[in-house]
Every structure is written in structure tokens, then in C-alpha cells.
């Protein structure tokens, strides 16, 4: 469901004078004003709606920071100390390091008893209630102090190189990326947990030094070009003991000098001699999976394509491996000599200079 926002609620745009919001409050009080719909319960709703919109639109300070933090204004109750916490945790945010992508919005609350209790339940009735308390990580009670703002971290995306044969065949690889971190306990916002004072953590700077890290991550049999690989926990810190967010690896696997792949099968280009390729016979071969005694038939030419079953790439989602495809490459001398002359011409008077090309008609 989306949320209304205030301005909608009392029909006015964000640019309404203080004079349109007042009127405008006037006549949808009036409209909805219990007197005048008694026994209805959808007009005592949209009373209690226009009211608490009102409440904040009327009051400059309280718009302008709704204008600014939209309804997370209202879930810290407008409470200034707070917003400047939120304004230097959205900053950190946004600092160096690993990209950051799609925000987690997930918010937990915890509020304290006492100041603005009023105003807390009609926001209650209009947004349905704050959710569950969460206790801060030192297990102090927000109770009767300072309400506190939880928010989870955000995940990170960060884009990695990896070797060829590593895609294919799956391992451990050491990911090493420099990030300012920001301060674990306060999230960055640079103040106490209790919402009072300055982080015991970091003095109140919100952030550590930027820190070189490196990170042991799992590569799977198979990655491809763009596969995500997702380390739980390991972005942004949260702020005020919020979880921390998830680190995406957008996988870039490096090319192979040799081996090229499609899809799941993969193609060797592999150097033959002409004895080899006309006579036949068996041949190493390296592949992923070590080394195979490849056989090559009698008169093969150039571009021939030997295929290993299921030596391909293995399917992530447990699928069938993919090929091995040998593609043989016929190779000449490249160097000279009157005997290596005169066996080309052997051969070519073999083939004949007038037939080699005769099948090729564009
Ligand atoms: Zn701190």
C-alpha cells in the first residue's frame, strides 16, 4: 500500500501557502467532523488523517523536516537531535569505496514512553502503529529518555575480476577493496547509542579510518560474466545497532588466452602438425579437469571440432555440464628451408592448386 503523503491528505500541493493548508484543513475538518457524520467510521478516520497532517503542516520547523526526511520525520517525532543523527548516517552513506546500490528501507523503532506521547498515538492511528521495540546492542532501554532511531545498514555492490579457470571450476578467492567504514556502534551518525552525548566508539567522528580489507569468498563451479554473489552481513553498518547490510560481488570473469566459452561449452584452439593431422593419432590434451589422450581421426583438417562430453562448464543450478570442444589447428613451419619447400610442394601437388578452392561460391 502506499503511503499518503500529508500533502495529499489535506489536498494541497507541496508548494501550498500557509494560507491554502489552513483552509484547505478548514473545510475537510468541517466535512469529516464527527458532528456532522455521526456513527461513520471512515469519516472519523479521515478527521483524525487531516488533523495529524495539519498538525505537522502548520508548523514550519515540522514541515520543513518533513519536506526534508518525508515520513521518517515523523517516526523520530520530529526530534531535531535525531534528524542531524540520520542526516550524518545518510551522509557516511554515501562515502567511498564499494558502490552502493538499493537501499534497505526497513526501519525498527524503539519509543520511549513520555514526550510527544500524544502526538505518537495519532500518528499511530494514521500510520498503523511503529512496530516492534528493538533494544539497542548494549542493551540500554531507550525507555523514558530519548526515542532512537534503528536503521539497518544498506547493501553494497562491488564489481570483482576473476580468473577464467576460476568460473569454471569453482574455489576460494581473496577479494581485497578499500571502503571508509563507518563506525560500527553508531552507525556513523557519530552519537551514543542512548541518543546523549558523542559515541564512545569513535569519538563522535562517525566513521574509522579508510581500511584496506580483504574478504575469503567462495567463487562457485560455473560463475558466469554478472553472476551475483551475496555475502550476508557484510555492507554498511546499521545505525544505532541496525543489522548490517549484504555485500553483492558483481562477478567480471577475465578472459582466457586459449579457451573461449559459450554458454556452458567451452572451445580450445589446439596446434596439430600436418603428420599428425593427416595420419591420425592420439595426442595430449589439457582441459580443466586435467590432462586427456585425445584421439584424432585419419584426414583431419584445419577447424575440425573433437568434442570431450560434459568437460564444459558445470550448470550453477546443478544442471548438466557443458562440453569440451577441441578445435584442431593444423600448423606449418615458420621457417625456411629447401626440404620444407619441397614437401609443401608434395602436398599442394596431392591437393591440386586448382581444386583447394573450387567449393567456395559466395
Ligand atoms: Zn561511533
Redesign the pocket.
Known amino acids: 500500500m502506499a503511503e499518503r503523503t500529508l500533502y495529499e491528505i489535506l489536498e494541497v500541493p507541496k508548494t501550498a501557502t500557509p494560507d491554502d493548508i489552513k483552509s484547505s484543513f478548514r473545510r475537510l475538518a468541517q466535512k469529516y467532523h464527527p458532528d456532522r457524520n455521526p456513527n461513520d467510521r471512515q469519516a472519523e478516520e479521515k478527521f483524525k488523517e487531516v488533523n495529524a497532517a495539519y498538525e505537522v503542516l502548520h508548523d514550519p520547523k515540522k514541515r520543513a523536516m518533513y519536506d526534508e526526511l518525508g515520513p521518517d520525520a515523523i517516526k523520530i517525532g520530529f526530534d531535531e537531535a535525531q534528524a542531524e543523527s540520520y542526516r550524518q548516517w545518510k551522509k557516511a552513506s554515501s562515502g567511498r569505496g564499494a558502490r552502493t546500490s538499493g537501499f534497505s528501507s526497513e526501519f525498527n523503532f524503539d519509543f520511549g514512553a513520555g514526550q510527544g506521547s500524544d502526538f505518537r498515538s495519532i500518528f499511530e492511528t494514521l500510520f498503523g502503529g511503529f512496530g516492534g521495540g528493538r533494544k539497542s546492542k548494549d542493551g540500554q532501554s531507550p525507555r523514558g529518555s530519548r526515542r532512537q532511531l534503528v536503521i539497518d545498514g544498506e547493501d553494497q555492490e562491488l564489481q570483482i575480476s576473476i580468473p577464467f579457470h576460476l568460473a569454471v571450476r569453482g574455489g576460494n578467492h581473496t577479494v581485497r577493496f578499500t571502503r571508509s567504514e ?11 547509542p542512548s541518543g546523549r552525548g ?10 574509522k579510518p579508510e581500511t584496506t580489507q580483504s574478504l575469503e569468498v567462495r567463487i562457485p563451479a560455473g560463475a558466469a560474466e554478472g553472476t551475483k554473489i551475496r555475502l550476508a552481513g557484510q555492507g554498511m553498518p546499521g545505525m544505532n545497532g541496525g543489522k548490517p547490510g549484504d555485500l553483492y560481488l558483481l562477478l567480471h570473469v577475465e578472459p582466457h588466452p586459449r579457451v573461449r566459452r559459450e554458454g556452458k561449452d567451452l572451445y580450445l584452439d589446439l596446434p596439430v602438425t600436418p603428420l599428425e593431422a593427416f595420419r591420425g593419432g592420439e595426442v595430449r590434451c589439457p582441459t580443466f579437469d586435467g590432462n586427456f589422450t585425445l584421439t584424432i581421426p585419419q584426414h583431419s583438417q584445419s577447424g575440425r571440432k573433437l568434442r570431450l562430453k560434459g568437460l564444459g562448464v558445470p550448470d550453477l543450478k546443478g544442471g548438466a555440464r557443458g562440453d569440451f570442444y577441441v578445435v584442431l589447428q593444423v600448423v606449418l613451419p615458420e621457417r625456411d628451408a629447401p626440404e620444407l619447400l619441397e614437401a609443401c610442394e608434395t602436398l599442394s601437388r596431392a591437393i591440386g592448386t586448382a581444386d583447394v578452392r573450387s567449393s567456395v561460391v559466395l
Not at 182 to 192: E, M, V
Open positions: 563507518r563506525c560500527g556502534l553508531c552507525g556513523g551518525s557519530g552519537s551514543a558523542t559515541c564512545r566508539a569513535c569519538g563522535g567522528s562517525g566513521s
